[in-house]
């Protein structure tokens, strides 16, 4: 493992684990690419791809072409 992976997946896991995230929707998405950045790191395809799914799919149902550009990028690292 390189760096402090594990640390940061911890921190991932206890911001994602707080009540109100939703609230704040562009701490929330970045949070959720930050996670889902972690996890690719580490190797944990799975994870990836669950925290990379939630912004995809609140960039589709605004339609932002931006966000969801991103979202898509983001997305495309967890299946190769």
């Known amino acids: 493992m390189r760096g402090y992976l594990s640390e ?7 911001i994602m684990d707080l009540p109100d995230r939703r609230e704040f929707r562009r701490a929330n998405e970045a949070a959720l690419e930050a996670a889902g950045g972690i996890a690719y790191w580490q190797g944990d395809f799975d994870a990836a791809r669950a925290w990379y799914r939630e912004p995809l799919e609140l960039a589709r149902d605004r339609n932002d072409d931006r966000a969801l550009a991103n979202a898509l990028y983001n997305m495309t690292f967890a299946y190769t």
């Open 8 to 14: 940061a997946r911890e921190y991932a896991n206890r």
